[in-house]
Nanobody, 119 residues
């Protein structure tokens, strides 16, 4: 079983920058995506950003111009930087590790990090 170690989050002020990190406890797969989704109260979980094993990135429309996702291969850790935070960024941010083996893709989820942005 793969566990995801997450860090970052908490209470933020509007306009500040957020930095999250996520490290899988194991990474035996050559092909994967690592990133974050978020879920606000009463809303569906939505994509924030992901990065693939080859370095390709994908961003959610609502954060595209304020987010940067990166990966440190040596540490097997992904980082998310979100600038110019807004109150509507308040949500639980979940790290996701999607791995591609011989069959269908498997998803692993972190426990989530609460991010609260006050105005």
């Amino acid at each position: 079983q793969i566990h995801l170690v997450e860090s970052g989050g908490g209470l933020m002020q509007a306009g500040e920058s957020l930095r999250l990190s996520c490290t899988p406890s194991a990474s035996p797969f050559s092909f994967f995506t690592l990133g974050w989704y978020r879920q606000a109260p009463g809303k569906q979980r939505e994509l924030v950003a992901t990065i693939t094993s080859s370095g390709g990135t994908n961003y959610g429309d609502s954060v595209r111009d304020r987010c940067t996702i990166s990966r440190d291969n040596a540490k097997n850790t992904a980082y998310l930087q979100m600038d110019s935070l807004k109150p509507e960024d308040t949500a639980v941010y979940y790290c996701n590790y999607r791995v591609y083996g011989l069959g269908d893709a498997d998803d692993y989820w972190g426990q989530g990090s609460q991010v609260t942005v006050s105005s």
